[in-house]
């Protein structure tokens, strides 16, 4: 009769044995075979089994004690077919009294398995990879207890690092693409910012190397994990009590529910019983970590998913704890960094100069990071689920950053397209620069102004390299959300004085704050909102807190002297909200005056076009306003009632669709009726299709990021106005629910450059 259960000290010298057999010199096969016999004999248990993966997810009897040896490379499973299956498509232990009765139960004839009732599997997983199963049975119906599912998911791990090293054999020999750390993998994400780069994977947040799996002193492991637990909890509350940060409010409760997650008593009993298992405290948090990565992956609730995030994050810094291995920002030549989410300041840390392309698992259009990415040259791509765990520092890469195209491990075939790609573009760019100083003018003579889209300093060298007329969008939270504390006055000023320096005399049009929604400073009071981009934002913090606005303009005032200062509000609702912003700024302009200060030639002020609402009052905001911006990323979200920041409906809706172009027809009319000057400075600006059905509608004014001005004068100077304004006039009156293949055709035909 089996005994159920193991003492504290066989599970360690269980290890052992596996170790000392796999570092052997005997032939794969012959060390799979001992290894099946020492689990078996050391858990009492009438049967061990290796299942290992091949192509196509199927599963693979590699090893037997129990079984009929025959079975060994005969039997296979498909993808969650059986018991072994199940562990498989799972990722968790199923622990059987009577196997025969679950309904998953698959039998398998020549395996020989009849008389066996109990059933223990786990999964072989390393890196969220599950390699395979490792299970044992007994003949007697009987619950494996808990000590020997840990016993036998610590020694899961360690064949899953020996498997995956090719420490038994050539991990080629599985024939299965995923599970081959050296086999080319192509991804396809969404392309952010345009560019072709070849070059190194670095891991912004590279995984631990584990390199001692078994603890020689168990003991003595434990007192450093707990060390180590002590020490990232001390860092935590200095967070938290850190005089440098303003935590208050959601910030606050953020990291406070962090703290929680970092003392949660399950996770810190899951580390320790990994150690007490035998495993080296490092081991045990890899581990862990795994059984997280797996669990995340697995669900959608987006709250789950954060959370579950703040426990890997929590292992990342844990293994810094026990390894002492800080983040380091010097890059290798031709480097590729690779992320699942990184924040615009962590990515100027890394520099211009080594960097040739971003590849990150979460990130958007309108992700900050992207902007930053946009504006500093660099290619990124974006939603590449999965690379993270796939990749391996020092790998070579080639990504697309126009068509979200990643290559890990390429053949030399695919580098060498990606380097034709490159070349193509530098060809591009250089047909760009010929035309960069030749106005942008219709072949039927329509003047059409160029403006970038800044927020850095290190953007205003793209107004001079570009040929661009001027900063049509200066966003100036960046300067607040890159830092680590609220910019003072002073700082302010020299910094607006910078850029007003820098554009010569080009006009910059400064966008006051706009905070909330997706932008969050990390030293800020927020508190949590259902739907943030419909909440506490903008111009609605700025009412609410009045302050904060009257430093700002007072900051832009003072950096302006003598010079004409275009100030842009945004997220008007209505004519009052202007009206209010307007006369806290004319009191501004006045207080200058009092106290003899340098003022600005003339200040302009404008509103942003972003809410619906705004459009029907035009003529009356006009009589106030000096200009409106057209913001398409908000405006868009909001007609549509589509989410930009939701993967499942950001590209649902086409903005080149009939309620689109009529909704911006319907404002460049109305602004035209009040003699309004109306721009566009969102996305829709710097595609070449998007602008192209713009200028028919009447825009003449269009701000992008400063990589398109080529592409989009280009565009501007092999079309005729007066055609694609008659045809895009007749394209609003249809009820398609995209126009975009009309638009291409109606281009081509005409010879309109849109590449």
């Known amino acids: 009769m089996p005994v159920s259960g193991l003492s504290i000290r066989a599970p360690r010298s269980l290890l052992r044995q596996i170790r000392e057999a796999m570092a052997g010199d005997a032939p794969a096969q012959a060390r799979l075979d001992m290894v099946v016999r020492i689990i078996a004999r050391s858990m009492v248990a009438d049967v061990c089994s290796i299942y290992l993966r091949r192509a196509g997810n199927a599963l693979e009897l590699f090893a037997t004690q129990g079984l009929n040896p025959a079975a060994v490379h005969n039997t296979r499973l498909r993808s969650g077919q059986g018991l072994v299956g199940l562990v498989a498509e799972t990722a968790e232990p199923v622990n059987l009294t009577n196997a025969p009765e679950h309904p998953r139960f698959a039998y398998r004839p020549e395996t020989g398995e009849d008389p066996y009732k109990s059933f223990l599997g786990v999964p072989i997983v390393r890196g969220g990879q599950v390699y395979g199963v490792l299970t044992v049975q007994n003949r007697a119906a009987r619950q494996y207890d808990e000590e020997e599912v840990e016993a036998l998911q610590t020694v899961a791990m360690v064949l899953a690092e020996v498997v995956a090293s090719g420490g038994l054999f050539d991990i080629a020999e599985l024939d299965e693409p995923e599970l081959r750390s050296d086999k080319p993998r192509m991804f396809a994400g969404d392309g952010l910012c345009e560019g072709v780069a070849i070059g190194n994977i670095v891991l912004h947040e590279p995984r631990v190397r584990v390199e001692a799996l078994i603890a020689d002193d168990p003991v003595a492991e434990l007192k450093r994990l707990n060390g180590a637990l002590e020490e990232m909890r001390g860092a935590v509350d200095a967070m938290l009590n850190s005089s440098e940060l303003d935590l208050s409010g959601e910030s606050r409760e953020v990291i406070e529910a962090y703290r929680l997650f970092a003392e949660d008593a399950g996770w810190q009993q899951k580390l320790r019983d990994a150690v007490r298992g035998g495993l080296t405290a490092e081991a045990a948090v890899e581990r862990v970590q795994d059984e997280l990565r797996l669990r995340l992956a697995r669900i959608d609730d987006p709250y789950v998913r954060e959370r579950l995030h703040d426990l890997e994050d929590l292992a990342r810094r844990l293994q810094k704890h026990l390894t002492g291995d800080g983040h380091a ?115 039927d003579g329509v003047r059409i102004n160029l403006m970038i889209n800044a927020g850095l300093l290190l953007d205003m060298p793209n107004l001079e390299v570009s040929g661009a007329d001027g900063v049509g969008l200066f966003r100036t939270e960046m300067q607040f959300m890159v830092g680590e504390s609220m910019p003072r006055r002073k700082d302010q000023i020299a910094f607006y004085k910078q850029i007003v320096e820098a554009a010569g005399d080009k006009p910059v049009v400064f966008r006051t704050l706009d905070l909330g929604g997706d932008k969050i400073l990390p030293y800020g009071r927020w508190e949590r909102e259902e739907n943030p981009a419909l909440g506490w934002r903008a111009i609605r913090i700025a009412l609410d807190r009045p302050a904060l606005l009257r430093y700002q303009v007072r900051a832009l005032i003072g950096a302006s002297p003598h010079r004409v200062l275009r100030i842009l509000l945004p997220m008007i609702s209505d004519v009052a909200e202007f009206n209010e912003c307007r006369a806290l700024i004319d009191r501004e302009i006045e207080r200058a005056r009092l106290l003899a200060l340098p003022q600005p030639r003339q200040v302009l002020v404008g509103a942003m076009l972003e809410v619906p609402a705004l459009m029907f009052m035009l003529p009356q905001l006009l009589r106030s306003a000096d200009f409106v911006s057209i913001g398409s990323n908000d405006l868009m979200q909001f007609i549509f009632a589509m989410d930009r920041t939701n993967p499942r409906v950001s590209k649902r809706y086409d903005p080149l669709s009939p309620p689109a172009l009529t909704l911006i027809r319907q404002i460049v009319r109305s602004a035209a009726d009040a003699d309004g000057d109306v721009s566009m400075c969102g996305e829709l600006a710097g595609k070449p299709l998007e602008a192209m059905a713009l200028i028919a509608l009447g825009i003449r004014t269009l701000s992008m990021q400063p990589v398109n001005i080529g592409p989009i004068k280009m565009m501007i100077r092999s079309l005729d106005t007066r055609e694609v304004s008659q045809f895009v006039d007749r394209l609003c009156g249809r009820t398609d629910h995209s126009l975009r293949t009309r638009l291409m055709a109606f281009a081509a035909e005409r010879g309109i450059a849109l590449k």
Do not use: C
């Open 329 to 443: 920002r010097e890059l290798p030549e031709n480097a590729i960094l690779v992320a699942r989410s990184m924040g615009p300041a962590e990515l100027l840390d890394y520099g211009r100069d080594r960097l040739q392309g971003v590849v990150l698992e979460d990130a958007t259009m309108t992700s900050h990071v992207t902007i930053v990415a946009s504006s500093m040259g660099i290619p990124l791509v974006g939603n590449v689920q999965g690379v993270v765990d796939s990749a391996r520092s020092g790998d070579v890469a080639a990504l697309d950053g126009s068509s979200g195209e990643l290559h890990l491990r390429p053949l030399q075939e695919v580098v060498s397209m990606f380097e034709g790609r490159r070349a193509l573009r530098a060809q591009r760019v250089a047909e760009f620069a010929a035309v960069r100083d030749l106005p942008a003018v219709t072949k």
